[in-house]
């Protein structure tokens, strides 16, 4: 080799003389390319790892664009009205007992039954809860009920009367009053305003103050307000009045109560009361043995409206029949009634607001709605955001460990490359699709907040899939490290960072990126399965894997498969997608395969 | 034969791993920029469940050389006598069993990791294979420039000239700069190689094999390149190979190895003269000789080299050689100088009273 006539060559062109055109130069002649320009021009001439690419590309723009374009909330519920038949009002005969109370009392539940009994036995005395009662008859299903007090005992012996008071406080008079019935055999007599009852004992009498506690009645107050409600001495007044004119057949009265002059007219059974102001008389109340209650707690259900009712039933009902009530403003509204034994139910139509569960495809919701009526087509859309987002969170977070305990197992070697590669085996014989059911499970039981359940998530498929990349970097690593181009980098003195991060771990990248990328699509499947299972995304988060949930149910996997086949091909798509961009890469970064 | 006891055995095996680091300490000589004295590289035998040592591959086993400034010193040997374990433990790429190495009259064995990475640029080595020897994702500026920026040899803006022109003294293109290892040919290769170890503007560079990869016409090139650029730098080169015309061509000394020990080293002129080891003369006999005519005495050496972890008893070639007399078998050889500056460590020059 002769260097000087070389040399003058690179002379010439340096001194930038013209170079013969024939000449073969290579700065002409060959396009430089890096590796890296190299991998990517290979990586697009297999149209296999493009259309992988075009998927992935695909499912990232309709999962993060879609979302954000599209109108719905990730867990917005969507409704609809629906015209439904439902239950208004019923209307019972009433065979039990209303009990109004005197201002101020109370007439406890179990006194109240008490008092059923002891009527139906005719008994005019009962106790209940240590507390004496008696009961005064008025008239057939009629009663009043006193709270009763023991204030004397009269006992007569050898014909003397002797009586001996509980209440010191009464007087003389008193107890003449007493011995006066005592001696007419008086059951019941009054004294100052009040009543007392006599009752006959083996050998005396006792005597009791009474105090009216109630009005038992069969009878309903029916009142054109929801605010009026019934008072004990408007009660005990109408009764009485109502039973007077039933007994002799008049068909009205006036009476007054508390100073407001009422009308009562009464006709068969049910009577009408009528407030009278200057003789005009307007609709106060009306009394009957039907109760018309709506099923609604809030709903006052107006006089007419029941009287509509009643007068349909005292008709007769057969079967459904339909009727026609104008309200108040004059706007006609349909109900059913139908008998059902001692009962009618009354039914309307109503306006229901229903949840839209497996609404088919339609204009607003261009896939349907799934079980719970949210939109199909936007919970893909967040369910794909949040697959792709645990896929890459899990590799790279898995990635990380690898490289590192990779990495210093295959660069320091002897006992810590021993430590680690035991511990990868360790890792790699824990069978991982239990262990993650049994921390979903365990999960469950805590309550896991869905979005922190998320990420305890990620960090278990992470820690579970560390150990594949850790024994790849260091099985690179090592092969890497007895390079002699490795042994140059100390022969020329750099530093240790130095060779680590520009020559190390530049060259276990390319095998990275494919494992990597193949991964990916492995982590996306394997959080579909526990999505779908029930332990890995919950609700209301959006996962492919648990959208698909919905086929545990037949009746829906038959029906509705616009439901659950969109999240299934979603799923195939994105993880065809990777493992096409992973053989891509890998036939790519590999310098034998000529393409 | 009494039977052994475990005790004596283990004993014994004890005794064999001790590796001994028995020497006479250099005095320097500024004349020689390197200097070996004894130098053993052994490397261990791990066996078993707890990965105990139970012997040692004995690559380098006590060889002592010394070599001048501004010369070149072939180190010959037939493949696995451990030459380039010999290269590399001097430049302490690997690190020593026992034994002496001077560079510039330093030990290179004292200095610290960091005191090392300072004095590195000194000391280059030029690898045998020139594809496994560049990083395959460099460009050619980086693999050449990275250690002349880590080293700051040269001024940040003068950077750029200094590359083009080692290129250029290399015989590279300086548009080469960008290109990756990939687009470059053996030849190429090697002289990027090369030129990653001028770069560093060293005194003394190990070339391991520089040559043994590439086809003939190329091996020339190179060859004479380093020789032109001994001429214009001032190098010394330990010039590792087993083409013994090859190192004819370039060596001023030369030394013969045979499994980890150096057996003959002398001037080149000395050892082709007269060589004296019967593992030289066999070696010698098998240069090729351009002439069909002629004939040559060839000396046949029969069967394989030993293992180098269990080497034979008393002079390590008398399994192999032609004039084994029956002390060879028990008795180890000690050096000797035969002629000035030419040693030979065999038991036949043993009545030699000379020099």
Partial sequence: MNRKNKNNIHMEDRQGKPVDSMALDDEKRIKILSPGLLVFKRFIRNKLAITGAIFILAMFIFSYFGGWLMPYREDEVFTKYVDMSKVYAAVSENTEYKFITTDNTEFPMIARSQFVLASNNDRNLFESQGVSYSIEKLADELFVVFNTREVAVVSIILGNTNVALSDPSMGPSFIERLEEAVDAGEETFTYNDKKYLLVQGKKNYLAYELEPLALATLNRYDFISADISVSYDFAFAMELAMHELMETGEKSRLITVGGVEYEMEVEEEKASIYLRNNGDRTLYANISRYLVESIYQDVFISIDFKDQVKAMMSEGVEGVQDFVYVNIDGEEEEYTIERNNTEWVIRWIEDTLVIKAYDPPSKEHIMGTDGNGMDILTRLMYGGRISLMIGFIVVVIETMIGIILGGIAGYFGKWVDNLIMRIVDTFNSIPSLPIIIIIGAMMDAQRVDPKIRMIYLMFILAFLGWPGIARMVRGQILSLREQEFMIATEATGLSVSKRIFKHLVPNVIPQLIVISTLSLGGVILTESVLSFLGLGVKFPFASWGNIINAVSNVHVMTNYLFVWIPAGFCILITVLGFNFIGDGLRDAFDPKMKR | ?355
């Fill in chain 2, 1 to 355: 034969m009494t039977e052994k006891s475990k005790r004596q055995i283990a004993a014994e095996t004890k005794e064999r791993l001790v590796i001994e680091d028995n020497y006479i300490p250099l005095v320097h000589d500024d004349k020689y920029i390197l200097e070996v004295n004894a130098l053993k590289k052994y490397f261990p035998i791990k066996d078993g469940l707890l990965q105990r040592v139970t012997g040692h591959i004995k690559a380098v086993d006590g060889i002592s050389f010394k070599i001048e400034r501004g010369t070149t010193m072939g180190l010959v040997g037939e493949s696995g006598c451990g030459k380039t374990t010999a290269g590399r433990t001097i430049l302490r790429l690997t690190e020593k069993s026992a034994g002496q190495v001077l560079f510039n009259g330093k030990e290179v064995y004292d200095y610290t990791k960091k005191e090392l990475q300072a004095i590195r640029p000194q000391m280059q080595i030029i690898f045998q294979d020139p594809f496994s020897s560049l990083s395959p994702r460099l460009p050619i500026r980086e693999i050449i420039g990275e250690a002349v920026r880590e080293h700051e040899i040269v001024p940040r803006n003068e950077f750029n000239d200094y590359i083009n022109d080692i290129m250029e003294n290399c015989g590279l293109q300086p548009y080469h700069r960008d290109r990756y290892p990939h687009e470059f040919s053996g030849g190429q290769r090697q002289r990027i190689c090369i030129a990653r170890a001028l770069a560093l503007n060293p005194d003394f560079v190990v070339c391991d094999e520089p040559v043994s990869a590439l086809d003939v016409s190329v091996q020339a090139q190179i060859i004479n390149l380093l020789m032109d650029l001994q001429d214009k730098f001032k190098l010394t080169y330990l010039f590792i190979s087993h083409d013994l015309s090859v190192v004819e061509h370039i060596s001023d000394t030369i030394g013969v190895m045979y499994l980890g020990d150096l057996v003959e080293f002398g001037r080149k002129e000395d050892i082709f003269r007269m060589p004296l080891h019967p593992y030289t003369k066999a070696l010698f006999s098998a240069i090729p000789v351009p002439d069909p005519t002629a004939k040559i005495n060839r000396i046949l050496i029969e069967g394989s080299m030993p293992s180098p972890a269990n080497p034979p008893k008393g002079c390590k070639f008398h399994t192999r050689c032609q004039s084994c007399m029956e002390m060879c078998k028990t008795v180890v050889p000690v050096q000797k100088e035969i002629e000035p500056g030419h040693y030979v460590v065999c038991h036949l020059y043993n009545d030699y009273e000379g020099a």
